[in-house]
Nanobody, 116 residues
């Protein structure tokens, strides 16, 4: 599967952005989808994940209550709605897909910059 993330940009603290990740292939609904991020000088970290049906989601504590992950299997797309953004949310955001326990497919990343 190939992944293409989009929707990043510059936003003021307290603002919102919605990231999208479009996937190729006919087996999108088979994958667990996740969002990760990497801030400058830091390691990549987990942000959120969603199971194949969208019925189960998981979030990092740092974004819980502010971010929402969702998916549309008919459109082969996963979304990350980010509200109440903080400067510490500034990072390159990556979408990823997995069938087994590890994420084996990664998108190219989209930059989110939150100004204070």
């Amino acid at each position: 599967v190939q992944l293409q993330a989009s929707g990043g940009g510059l936003v003021q603290a307290g603002g919102s952005l919605r990231l999208s990740c479009a996937a190729s292939g006919r087996t999108f609904s088979s994958y667990v989808m996740g969002w990760f991020r990497q801030a400058p000088g830091k390691e990549r970290e987990f942000v959120a994940a969603i199971n194949w049906s969208g019925g189960s989601t998981t979030y990092a504590d740092s974004v819980k209550g502010r971010f929402t992950i969702s998916r549309d299997n008919a459109k082969n797309t996963v979304y990350l709605q980010m509200n109440s953004l903080k400067p510490e949310d500034t990072a390159v955001y990556y979408c990823a897909a997995r069938v087994t326990t590890e994420y084996g497919y990664w998108g190219q990343g989209t930059l989110v910059t939150v100004s204070s």
